[in-house]
């Protein structure tokens, strides 16, 4: 299986900070990855797939790169809304596995 | 509005069976690849199952052998039947679409879920 380590698992952030989040993966994925956010009590809502293809009506402040095994989710100015988890997810082959998630803080 | 609504959740005994439903309106189940994911009280998120539109079916070994996905066309709808249940197996569980990128299928769609909690 392929493990996904997300880092840092929390980060304290302010309203128009830079957040940079890392995910890396135990064995080369390509550029098959997305990107999650889940706020408390929600469904998860994709952000980014492919590493770094936005996905349609996710603001343009979300952006991803990264290919193998060393992927980034950055967040170029955090607004208020933005305050959740993210989680990266695999999808180069089964079974499909997820990252443990990164909290985006307020500071 | 193409959305997906899981029902069928609730408080089961251990080595109990339970089928969650997931009902789709907006897209065509059958023509779609279909997931199950789940996410226990506190954690993170756990891939449970999948199904693409040629029928194939993937799980993870966790529940391998337990669980059973399948759709009925005829409804719009995905299951996930769910035998020998566990207290690890107490979540909530999610539907949600695969769309197809670049041959690769990301989960787009996600319904709000629904909770199984395993217990005495």
């Known amino acids: 299986d392929i493990q996904m380590t997300q880092s840092p698992s929390s980060v304290s952030a302010s309203v128009g900070d830079r957040v940079t989040i890392t995910c890396r993966a135990s064995?080369?994925?390509?550029?098959?990855l997305a990107w999650f956010q889940q706020k408390p009590g929600k469904a998860p809502n994709l952000l980014i797939y492919a590493a770094s293809s936005l996905q349609s009506g996710v603001p343009s402040r979300f952006s991803g790169s990264g290919s193998g095994t060393d992927f980034t989710l950055t967040i170029s100015s955090l607004q208020p809304e933005d305050f959740a988890t993210y989680y990266c997810?695999?999808?180069?082959?089964?079974?499909?596995?997820f990252g443990g998630g990164t909290k985006v803080e307020s500071k | 509005e193409v959305q997906v609504v899981e029902t069928g959740g609730g408080l089961i005994q251990p080595g109990g069976s339970l089928r969650l439903s997931c009902a789709a309106s907006g897209f065509i189940v059958s023509s779609n690849c279909m997931n199950w994911v789940r996410q226990a009280p506190g954690k993170g998120l756990e891939w449970v199952s999948l199904?693409?539109?040629?029928?194939?079916?993937y799980y993870a070994d966790s529940v391998k052998g337990r669980f059973t996905i399948s759709r009925d066309d005829s409804k719009n709808t995905l299951y996930l039947r769910m035998n020998s249940l566990r207290a690890a197996d107490t979540a909530v569980y999610y539907c949600?679409?695969?769309?197809?990128?670049?041959?690769?299928?990301?989960?787009?769609?996600w319904g709000k879920g629904t909770t199984v909690t395993v217990s005495s």
């Open positions: 199904i693409y539109s040629g029928g194939s079916t």
């Open positions: 997810q695999q999808a180069n082959s089964f079974p499909l596995t």
């Open positions: 949600a679409r695969g769309a197809e990128r670049h041959s690769y299928y990301y989960m787009d769609v």
């Open positions: 064995q080369g994925i390509n550029i098959w």
